[in-house]
């Protein structure tokens, strides 16, 4: 049962911006980075964002994140086919003997 | 390139063990750690816990500990993940991972292309 909440599902067409929220409370979210990954059927996670709103090089600025309180968000911009994938949010937290945990997952789809 | 490679896909019975390994290339092993990263069929992601390569150091999850044990071998540059006991929930690819830094509380920037394991009867 994972402690960070995102909505199961996210779509939009080519060209909007799409934005998915990721819930936690103050063990993880609130104490520490949000991570965010995007994962394509049958490969392994690709880090989108890290340090809440850091890109890795590579990483396409249409993919932008942000953390509030002990809440975050990931938007995608100028929505691509290629984007259509799965993404979760993850955090470290400190309940429990430190260890990190990931979000529910939202699919999201291209219309 | 800095890459992770591990090895190939396993058929284990209930009660059984294995192991899977995950060889670094293109850095220096002992300056990060390496994370373990599993997900079930349709599910999502699960963390299993880290071992610091310099050290030998680990940290595992709760729900790892007591059958979950986290080596490395520094000559050979490869970090190995035993799972004993195994039950068919443990049913799974695993992956390797490790930060974009030397912290170990820090995202996961480079994966391995993940190992499934089966564990039928």
């Known amino acids: 049962q994972s402690v960070l909440t995102q909505p199961p599902s996210a779509s939009g067409t080519p060209g909007q911006r799409v934005t998915i929220s990721c819930s936690g409370s103050?063990?993880?979210?609130?104490?520490?980075?949000v991570s965010w990954y995007q994962q394509l059927p049958g490969t392994a996670p690709k880090l989108l964002i890290y340090?809440?709103?850091q890109r890795p090089s590579g990483v396409p600025d249409r993919f932008s994140g942000s953390k509030s309180g002990t809440s975050a968000s990931l938007a995608i911009s100028g929505l691509r086919s290629e984007d259509e994938a799965e993404y979760y949010c993850?955090?470290?937290?400190?309940?429990?003997?430190?260890?990190?945990?990931f979000g529910t997952g939202t699919q999201v789809t291209v219309l | 390139q800095v890459q992770l490679v591990q090895s190939g896909a396993e058929v284990k019975k209930p009660g059984a063990s294995v192991t899977v390994s995950c060889k670094a290339s293109?850095?220096?092993?002992?300056?990060?750690?390496i994370h373990w990263v599993r997900q079930a069929p349709g599910q999502g992601l699960e963390w299993m816990g880290w071992?610091?390569?310099?050290?030998?150091?680990?940290k595992y999850a709760q729900k790892s500990q007591g059958r979950v044990t986290l080596t490395r071998d520094t000559s050979v540059s490869t970090a190995y993940m035993e799972v004993s006991g195994l039950r068919s929930d443990d049913t799974a690819v695993y992956y390797c991972?490790?930060?974009?830094?030397?912290?170990?509380?820090?995202?996961?920037?480079?994966w391995g292309q993940g190992t499934t394991v089966t564990v039928s009867s």
């Open positions: 991972a490790r930060p974009p830094s030397g912290n170990w509380d820090d995202a996961f920037e480079i």
């Open positions: 293109g850095y220096t092993f002992i300056g990060y750690y």
């Open positions: 071992i610091n390569p310099k050290s030998g150091g680990t």
């Open positions: 103050r063990s993880n979210i609130g104490n520490y980075y």
């Open positions: 340090r809440n709103h």
């Open positions: 993850a955090a470290w937290d400190d309940s429990l003997n430190d260890h990190y945990v």
